[in-house]
């Protein structure tokens, strides 16, 4: 079984400022590591997500994210801010045992990032 | 192309009825699941069908059921509704089951127990 904990439940920043949203697994068997933001009264959106390859991945909107495997972790990161990114970003993992998942996706708690002008 | 697609968006129901949501995933895509999304629990994996097979189900009671019709559009029902239903539920769609492909999520359905 595997498990996810975003460690900071809200992130406050200001605007243009750069911003890290943590994220941590843990599972049993290799994962694939997603990226989801969720705008007030919408759906999940995916930003990015790691397969295999370069630990760096770039996603939409500015943001990108590192895989680091000894550490177990895969935190998002943007550079500068916009007052648009106000949103709740949830970290997500699928195990691939096989190469299917069957459409499960277990998701960490959410941060919530408030961009202040 | 149109996205996942939920039906109805807001809904109030009362403790003992029983709710049925739709969902029609994004053209050619086959694999379709749910999930619960509450202020306490978080997003929690309900289930998953493909070719109208449920293959994947989550933690959830008997009261939490599924289906999946040839066209790959999915309903799921909830019945005896208790308080603590009151959710978001999201209904995801994918090409396949394969763990690395994106799954694209609906608006999701508001679903109120009084």
């Known amino acids: 079984a595997q498990s996810v904990t975003q460690l900071d439940s809200q992130v406050p920043v200001f605007e243009e400022a750069p911003v890290e949203l943590r994220c941590n697994y843990s599972?049993?068997?290799?994962?694939?590591l997603f990226w989801y933001v969720q705008y007030p009264n919408q759906g999940l959106q995916l930003l990015l997500k790691?397969?295999?390859?370069?630990?760096l991945v770039k996603g939409i909107n500015g943001f990108e994210a590192e895989f680091n495997k000894s550490q177990t972790s895969f935190h998002l990161r943007k550079p500068s801010v916009h007052i648009s990114d106000t949103a709740e970003y949830f970290c997500a993992v699928s195990d691939y045992a096989g190469g299917t998942s069957y459409g499960k996706l277990t998701f960490g708690q959410g941060t919530i990032l408030t961009v202040h002008p | 192309k149109a996205g996942v697609t939920q039906t109805p968006r807001y809904l109030i129901k009362t403790r003992g009825q029983q709710v049925t949501l739709s969902c029609s995933p994004i053209?050619?895509?086959?694999?379709v699941s749910w999930y619960q999304q509450t202020p306490g629990q978080g997003l929690q994996f309900l289930f998953e069908?493909?070719?109208?097979?449920?293959?994947n189900k989550g933690n959830f009671p008997g009261r939490f059921s599924g289906r999946q019709f040839s066209n790959s559009r999915s309903e799921m029902n909830v019945s005896t509704l208790e308080l603590g239903d009151s959710a978001l539920y999201l209904c995801?769609?994918?090409?396949?089951?394969?763990?690395?492909?994106?799954?694209?999520f609906g608006e999701g359905s508001w679903l109120t127990v009084v």
């Open positions: 069908y493909f070719s109208e097979t449920q293959r």
């Open positions: 790691y397969l295999s390859g370069s630990t």
């Open positions: 053209s050619g895509h086959r694999s």
């Open positions: 599972s049993s068997v290799s994962v694939y």
């Open positions: 995801a769609s994918s090409w396949d089951s394969y763990a690395g492909n994106t799954i694209y």
